[in-house]
């Protein structure tokens, strides 16, 4: 795959007949395809690099979005950032990191490999019931393939890699500013970013949080944070689709704390599913998290 163009073959799987038969990559403007490995998680990880409309004009640096679940959601934030990039006032530009898996071509099987990786990598716990739950559904997408056990629990890892591995890269070969990075999550995704935020608020600035799944274990994060801590230096954008009983929870916990250097933004999306909502949250989150327009 050339630089330019993000690895998107599998995807015209989905798509009539006379598209999958062409089997041509199907650019995203302003992309790049890169491979990583990594030897933190002892494996090869893509990265798919959007760059601002002015990025080639000088040598400025900009704002850096790390994004979990590139395969799927890489998308949605590289469209949406361009939308917001459109000249006028309050829009701004930025690179957005989707940090994603080398999966099958099969569109089937590389959805099992996505499912299977970011289950392990987004979650801070070891959770069994999880683990059989996933490994069951699974393996009715794989059926000739050699049953693999899904595991969770690798956040902390996960975590590591990024900070160790993904963000020097991205900053030794893109102008990105290193006092202005984001991380951004949507489901699992939402729960690893609250992860990194309680364990590791220093790496970034900013932070999306959609519609995330909210374990017990997040709160006992909160409180061990605030026990050691007299602020929580961030901007925090949390989308949720509805009113969600646990995310207002932890809302509430984190405006009781008074951090004067937090700054907690908040939205909600009514009568909406939670996978049909993705691609809302994230639109509002950018707005939110970047103040735009």
Request: aromatic share 10%.
């Amino acid at each position: 795959m050339r630089a330019g163009t993000v690895a998107v073959a599998s995807w015209l799987a989905l798509m009539p007949g006379a598209l999958v038969a062409q089997h041509t990559p199907v650019p995203l403007p302003g992309t790049e395809f890169r491979t990583l490995h990594s030897a933190v998680l002892d494996r090869d990880m893509e990265l798919y690099v959007k760059l601002p409309r002015s990025y080639g004009d000088g040598t400025r640096t900009y704002p850096v979005l790390f994004t979990t679940d590139g395969n799927r959601s890489f998308p949605l934030y590289a469209t949406t950032s361009l939308i917001y990039e459109t000249p006028g006032e309050g829009n701004q530009e930025i690179v957005i990191v989707g940090i994603g898996y080398h999966v099958d071509d099969d569109p089937l099987l590389g959805l099992a490999d996505w499912a299977r990786w970011r289950t392990e990598d987004l979650t801070p716990e070891r959770r069994p019931a999880v683990e059989a739950s996933w490994t069951a559904r699974l393996s009715g997408l794989e059926p000739d393939r050699p049953r693999i056990g899904v595991r969770t629990g690798g956040a902390p890892a996960f975590l590591r890699f990024i900070r160790t591995e993904v963000i020097p890269f991205i900053e030794a070969n893109y102008r990105v500013s290193s006092a202005d990075r984001g991380l951004a999550g949507y489901s699992y995704g939402g729960l690893f970013t609250l992860y990194a935020l309680f364990h590791s608020p220093e790496t970034f600035s900013r932070y999306f949080v959609g519609d995330p799944t909210v374990w017990d274990e997040v709160f006992e994060y909160e409180a061990a944070h605030a026990a050691s801590h007299d602020d929580l230096p961030a901007h925090v954008a949390i989308v949720t689709m509805g009113a969600r009983a646990p995310v207002q929870r932890l809302v509430d916990r984190l405006r009781s704390r008074r951090y004067p250097s937090l700054d907690l933004r908040v939205g909600v999306i009514e009568d909406e599913a939670h996978a049909a909502g993705m691609p809302g949250a994230i639109s509002r989150g950018l707005r939110l998290l970047y103040d735009l327009k």
